[in-house]
């Protein structure tokens, strides 16, 4: 084919192959962070300014929490959740393990609202997790006065992506998470066809804008893509720290 072409040409065609590459190779590399990496840049505190960052549920959303019960949840077991819900709030009871929706999602528009207890240090103050699909975690954790590993620290897209900028408030005060995720989509034969994305504001702070997911979250690894449902419940982790949720809706964007 070259040896047809105009030599004016080429550098086109060099390009287009460029192009091309860069279409077919959709998922990110973060080789230049390892998982974890503690020489990556801690994020600049902002402030997110006074209130609690609460946003009341639209009409079209599905309410996954409105301070009474959890009779939208379960174990992963299909069993009836054992957190403990509070004056409006849930709060994880320790090692009786996650709990997820019973309805599966797929895109979405997430506002959850958390508060972490003040104790503890590194990934043990107030960690847990917003897990979209079960499968990929922005991290919860009190990052306020607590240093961690970059890519594992409040609003991080846990193992990849560290916040822009490190919006959170002081441990025992309510945060909220505004999430716009973007599901995988596979092919018949399991292979990849498009990369998760997500955008995240911390507090009505942008921290996450529109990034490409390598994989599935994980410690200390990336793993791949595997194939899976279109819809899945969303997942809230137990680390064995009694950190609280409120005001959780969803709206469907597919
Ligand atoms: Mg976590």
Redesign the pocket.
């Given at each position: 084919m070259l040896y047809f072409m105009p030599r004016s040409s080429l550098p086109l065609f060099v390009s287009s192959l460029f192009l091309c590459a860069s279409v077919v190779a959709q998922v990110p590399s973060l080789d230049a962070w390892k998982v974890h990496d503690p020489d990556r840049e801690q994020p600049a505190m902002v402030d997110p300014g006074p209130g609690d960052s609460s946003a009341p549920a639209p009409s079209d959303a599905v309410v996954l929490f409105d301070g009474t019960d959890l009779s939208a949840w379960q174990r992963l077991n299909g069993e009836p959740p054992t957190w403990h819900v509070t004056e409006g709030y849930i709060e994880v009871a320790r090692r009786t393990g996650p709990i997820e929706t019973k309805q599966g999602f797929g895109d979405v528009q997430l506002h959850i609202e958390w508060a972490t207890p003040n104790s503890g240090d590194g990934q043990d103050s107030g960690?847990?997790?917003v897990f979209l699909m079960g499968t990929y975690?922005v991290?919860?954790?009190n990052s306020y006065d607590n240093v961690t590993y970059p890519d594992g620290q409040a609003a991080a897209v846990?193992g990849q992506y560290p916040p822009l900028v490190n919006a959170s408030r002081p441990p025992s005060q309510w945060q909220a998470y505004d999430i716009v995720f973007r599901r995988p989509h596979f092919n018949e034969d399991g292979s990849l066809e498009k990369p998760a994305r997500i955008t995240v504001f911390h507090n009505g702070v942008l921290v996450q804008d529109n990034v490409t997911l390598t994989g599935p979250t994980g410690h200390r690894s990336r793993p791949p893509y595997k194939a899976h449902a279109d819809r899945m419940p969303l997942r809230l982790?137990d680390?064995n720290e009694p950190t609280r949720f409120r005001n959780i809706w969803v709206r469907e964007l597919e």
């Open positions: 960690n847990s997790g975690e991290q919860v954790l846990y982790q680390h």
